[in-house]
């Protein structure tokens, strides 16, 4: 068996959504101790903004005229299929930024959604077991005062669970920023209750993950 993990936090020592992560992994480890772990990491090799571009246009471009630019996307894009077609299961930790999709996860997704293999008519992913990972500064939910200001994880989910098909399970855990942020200290009660839960979350999450392949 193979777990796929990528990380897209910029702040790798501090990563609150790579500890939700780590969590997951143990409890995949724990059941699959000899098996691999394949890992990409966004912040220690951030995906270039102009290989998506290269990688889409080097349709229409005939073989024989591509660029080394096309040439190079194009192998990236199928390295990143690669990794999650091989894989078993996957493991993904993403956290909210500027309220919206990481600028690092978007590229990488968008590089590797060029390669045929996963593109919505392709099936290679379909029904495969994923964990997605999510944290968020403050806190997003019905009847704060941000309701509505989360722009990434309805993303996240929409092309992670309906675009390719997983079969995702979903751990978040908002108001990362409560200790960090001095306008947030009056959460802090809240706040850790969130992050028991969320953590919580977690280690069911990565039982769930590790154990719908030994059961299979």
Do not use: C
């Not at 969590?23 to 102009?50: G, K, N, Q, S, Y």
């Not at 096309?70 to 999650?84: G, K, M, N, P, V």
């Not at 993904?92 to 008519?121: C, E, M």
């Not at 990434?152 to 399970?169: H, K, M, P």
């Amino acid at each position: 068996m193979t777990l796929f993990r990528l990380d897209a936090s910029i702040l790798p020592a501090t990563s609150a959504s790579r500890a939700l992560g780590d969590l997951v992994e143990a409890e995949w480890t724990a059941v699959h101790p000899a098996d691999a772990i394949v890992r990409r990491d966004l912040a220690a090799e951030p995906v270039p903004a102009t290989t998506w571009q290269n990688a889409v246009t080097a349709g229409f471009v005939p073989e024989g005229d591509r660029t080394d630019g096309h040439r190079a996307a194009q192998a990236l894009a199928a390295t990143f299929a690669d990794e999650l077609v091989d894989a078993d299961a996957l493991l993904f930790t993403v956290p909210l930024y500027n309220y919206g999709v990481s600028q690092h996860f978007k590229t990488w997704f968008d590089v590797a959604y060029t390669d045929p293999r996963i593109d919505p008519q392709g099936t290679a992913l379909q029904g495969k077991p994923a964990t997605l990972v999510t944290v968020l500064g403050g806190n997003y939910a019905p009847g704060t005062p941000k309701d509505g200001w989360d722009h990434s994880t309805a993303w996240l989910r929409r092309v992670l669970e309906d675009v390719w098909g997983l079969d995702l399970r979903v751990v978040e855990r908002p108001f990362t920023l409560v200790g960090v942020n001095p306008a947030l200290d009056a959460f802090a009660d809240v706040a850790a209750d969130l992050r028991r839960t969320a953590e919580d979350a977690a280690r069911t999450a990565g039982r769930e993950l590790a154990e719908s392949l030994q059961a299979a």
